[in-house]
């Protein structure tokens, strides 16, 4: 039936999102109620030939572990600069994907349409709204400390994309080059030596953007307690509370808005 004129399309209850990683790509169904996994999480590694090709096929393969009818929306995350659907960038894939499609590869693989959104944008957007800032208004800026830095900024619900804070300079060096979880463990740095660099980050990113609060993520957040009450920042800086779920979620929200929008 086609819809009215002027009639707001309804909220879907489910979406679906996919989580593309350097070394895994992983799926589920999410109840957007509550920004939780409707059904258990399907992962397969990534390809070592991570073309275009190569990984629809495992992001084909990962979705027909579900009976998902096509009209659920679909999200999929992706390690890079996401423009309009093209990644401009490819951290930790081929270097094939510079300039591609990925909405048009993955649902000409899928048979369905899909859209795509940077990874960090993704995670950043579920914990804004199921997450450590859910019910909040205001700027918030999430971090994931990981082997570099991915950042993401949402305000009053909308994301600003693409915002690669991970990769300004600070002192001279590539902020992610001293700040990220790798440079602590590539230097084999105490909590506390680590804390200095991630005081000098945060401190620039405050006097940039002067977020309302800030979230970490990453692999690094469960230790959250060894460095976050060593920082001193006007803002209250806080763990991400989605964790290893944040980018299934995060695109299964944000592919269900984009189909609300259309």
């Not at 995350?77 to 960038?89: E, L, N």
């Not at 960090?120 to 082997?147: I, K, M, N, P």
């Not at 990769?167 to 992610?176: L, Q």
């Not at 680590?194 to 006097?207: C, K, S, T």
Request: aromatic share 6%.
């Amino acid at each position: 039936m086609s819809q009215n004129p002027g009639t707001k399309k309804s909220t879907p209850s489910v979406a679906f999102g996919i989580d593309i990683g350097g070394s895994g790509i992983k799926g589920a169904p999410v109840d957007l109620a509550r920004g939780e996994f409707s059904a258990d999480r399907v992962r397969i590694a990534t390809p070592d030939v991570s073309t275009p090709e190569n990984v629809a096929d495992i992001v084909a393969k990962v979705i027909s572990s579900f009976d998902l009818p096509l009209d659920v929306p679909v999200g999929i995350t992706f390690p890079a600069v996401v423009q309009h659907g093209v990644a401009r960038s490819a951290a930790n894939v081929d270097s094939s994907w510079i300039g591609t499609n990925i909405e048009t590869v993955m649902g000409k693989a899928l048979g369905r349409k899909v859209v795509a959104f940077n990874d960090a944008d993704a995670a950043g957007f579920a914990e804004a709204r199921y997450g450590a800032a859910r019910g909040s208004t205001g700027v918030t800026l999430v971090t994931t400390l990981g082997t570099g830095i991915g950042t993401a900024m949402v305000v009053d619900g909308v994301l600003v994309p693409n915002l690669e804070l991970g990769h300004i300079e600070i002192d001279g060096r590539d902020a992610e080059s001293m700040a990220s979880d790798g440079a602590r463990d590539r230097e084999d740095l105490s909590w506390e030596e680590w804390a200095q660099r991630l005081q000098r980050y945060y401190g620039v990113l405050e006097d940039l953007l002067w977020p309302d609060r800030i979230i970490v993520g990453g692999g690094v957040s469960k230790n959250h307690a060894k460095f976050l009450p060593l920082l001193h920042l006007r803002a209250p800086i806080v763990p991400a509370q989605l964790r290893n779920a944040a980018g299934i979620v995060g695109a299964a929200a944000l592919a269900a808005r984009a189909e609300q929008n259309r």
